[in-house]
């Protein structure tokens, strides 16, 4: 039973992904959830589309596997979408821009950090008014790392003609195969943070000012070191 894989870890086990395609609140028990979650920290791949994001809204948990929530689909049109990552195996096929018809999503409790963002609504060939996020910030495709797994998400799929399209079916096959065994992906500094540390290098600390930091700790060390021994009785 499909409903129960979570719920024992050799049930999980026996496969490389799962895939979300559903709305609605899945009959999944609560051990199953978490043993979903658990499977993908372990090293698991975790694969949305379109409708994935429409489910288990009260399942904290999942919402921090699948980045965010649906909140809504203000375009069924065609539009633009902005490849942002033209090197990612799911849309190195794409080019610059990808025009196609389907129904677009926004999202809630979504945001680009720790999420790798593959394909993004252009914002201006496309009227983004229309949505309700203030940031105009309306991605439509993301991955990440997960623990030791990995999560792919492509909120487009909605129509029979977008699942026929040899674009989007390499788009999807190429993300599950990257959520299987592709190579993991760093963390992207958020907006106006200060990298230290990229893995690979600690020259990022060269432009920090530590000095008043050692003050403040030469002074507490100096403190310690003058303060009276308790007395013993």
Not at 156 to 185: C, K, M, Y
Request: net charge negative.
């Amino acid at each position: 039973d499909p409903l129960k894989l979570g719920e024992k870890p050799e049930n999980l086990a026996r496969y490389d992904a799962v895939l979300f395609y559903t709305t609605g609140s899945l009959p999944i028990s609560d051990e199953g959830k978490e043993g979903l979650i658990e499977w993908v920290r372990e090293g698991g791949a975790f694969c949305g589309v379109h409708c994935a994001t429409d489910t288990f809204y009260e399942f904290a948990d999942y919402m921090g596997l699948v980045g965010g929530a649906f909140d809504g689909h203000p375009w069924h049109e065609e539009v633009t979408m902005t490849v942002e990552d033209r090197t990612h195996p799911s849309t190195s096929h794409l080019g610059e821009r990808w025009v196609l018809t389907d129904e677009i999503y926004q999202f809630k409790w979504w945001r680009r950090h720790p999420s790798h963002v593959l394909l993004s609504l252009d914002t201006d060939a496309n009227d983004v008014a229309r949505g309700k996020r203030v940031d105009r910030d309306y991605a439509n495709a993301w991955c990440k790392d997960f623990g030791r797994g990995k999560m792919f998400y492509t909120a487009l799929g909605h129509r029979e003609d977008v699942w026929t399209n040899p674009l989007f079916q390499e788009h999807l096959i190429a993300g599950i195969e990257w959520a299987v065994n592709g190579p993991s992906l760093s963390t992207p500094a958020p907006e106006g943070a200060t990298v230290l540390f990229d893995g690979t290098s600690l020259d990022g600390f060269d432009i920090c000012d530590l000095a008043p930091l050692y003050d403040v700790l030469m002074e507490k060390s100096s403190d310690d070191e003058s303060s009276p021994s308790p007395s013993s009785s």
